[in-house]
C-alpha cells in the first residue's frame, strides 16, 4: 500500500473556514452576455470541499454544476466572489499564473478522456510531469498502474485500449502529481455500467488509500453514491447537500428538485 497524503482528513469531517479547505467558493458569481441574453450560471454559491475527500456536484441542467467546477479548477474566470484553491484565491491571477496552477496543482478527469492518440500510456500518464520537467515518483506510478490494473498496457497507445482502460489511464494521470484536487466531470458519461463502475471504485480508493481530493461533476445517482458528500445546485445557487449518500437519498433529492421542493 502506498503511503497517504500527510493532509488527509477523516471521511465525515467538514470544514468551517474556507481557508482550511482543499477548494472552497465564496459568494461566487459567473454571469455571461449582457443586457436580455444574460445568464446568471453562478449566483452567490459559498461551498467548502474537504481535503481527502470525495464529493460529488448535482443538480438539474443548467443549475451550474460544470460552471462551478471550472471557475474552481482556473478553466474559468467568476464575475465575482472568490474561487479558492488550497486557500490560495485564482480570481485575481493572471494567465500564466492560472496555467502554472492547474499543472502543478489540479488534476483533470474528463468524459472524453483527453489523451494524445500518438503516446503510449505511459506517456500518457506521465505527460504532465514532463511538461513540468519533473520526473515522476516510482513508487506511486507503480502503486497507480497497479491498482489501475494498467501494468499490462503501459506500451499500448489509446486506440488499442477500450474505453474504461482510456479512462484509468487519465486518473492515473490526474493523480500521479499528486495534486490539490482532482476534478471529474462526468468521468463516467461515455462508459458502460462496469467501467464505469470501476472508474468509481478507483476514484473511490484514491480517496480512501491516497489521501486525494476528488470534486466530482454528474447527473448519475449510482455515481454520486461513491462520494462521501453530495452538493446539490439549482439555479445557480446551493440547494443543500447530503452526507453518507446512496442511490435512493440521491434520487429524492434530485426528484424534490426537479419539483421545486
Not at 459568494?27 to 464529493?55: I, P
Not at 468524459?111 to 494524445?116: G, I, K, V
Not at 470501476?198 to 488509500?209: D, F, G, H, Y
Not at 461533476?217 to 439555479?235: E, I, K, M, N, S
Request: hydrophobic share 45%; proline share 5%; with cysteine.
Amino acid at each position: 500500500m502506498y503511503a497517504p497524503l500527510a493532509h488527509e482528513h477523516h471521511p465525515y469531517q467538514h470544514v468551517d473556514h474556507p481557508a482550511d479547505a482543499a477548494a472552497a467558493a465564496v459568494d461566487l458569481v459567473k454571469v455571461y452576455g449582457k443586457g436580455e441574453t444574460q445568464v446568471r450560471a453562478l449566483d452567490g454559491v459559498s461551498v467548502t470541499f474537504a481535503r481527502a475527500r470525495f464529493t460529488a456536484i448535482m443538480g438539474p441542467s443548467g443549475s451550474g454544476k460544470s460552471t462551478l467546477m471550472h471557475c474552481l479548477a482556473g478553466l474559468d474566470r467568476p464575475t465575482a466572489g472568490q474561487a479558492l484553491l488550497a486557500g490560495t484565491d485564482l480570481a485575481g491571477r493572471s494567465e500564466r499564473e492560472l496555467t502554472r496552477i492547474r499543472r502543478e496543482q489540479i488534476g483533470f478527469v474528463f468524459q472524453a478522456f483527453n489523451l494524445l492518440p500518438q503516446l503510449t500510456a505511459e506517456r500518457n500518464i506521465t505527460l504532465p510531469l514532463d511538461l513540468a520537467g519533473r520526473r515522476p515518483d516510482p513508487e506511486l506510478l507503480r502503486y497507480l498502474v497497479t491498482a489501475l490494473g494498467l501494468a499490462e498496457r503501459l506500451g499500448h497507445r489509446p486506440a488499442e485500449l477500450s474505453g474504461g482502460q482510456q479512462q484509468r489511464v487519465a486518473i492515473a494521470r490526474a493523480l500521479v502529481s499528486r495534486p490539490e484536487v482532482v476534478f471529474a466531470d462526468e468521468p463516467t458519461g461515455n462508459l458502460d455500467s462496469r467501467s464505469g463502475a470501476q472508474v468509481l471504485s478507483v476514484l473511490r480508493e484514491a480517496v480512501r488509500e491516497l489521501g486525494q481530493t476528488v470534486v466530482m461533476v454528474t447527473h448519475d445517482p449510482g455515481a454520486a453514491a461513491h462520494a462521501d458528500r453530495v452538493v446539490l445546485l439549482a439555479d445557480g445557487r446551493v440547494a443543500g447537500a447530503i452526507d453518507r449518500p446512496d442511490v435512493a437519498s440521491v434520487t429524492d433529492a434530485l426528484r424534490r428538485l426537479a419539483a421545486g421542493r
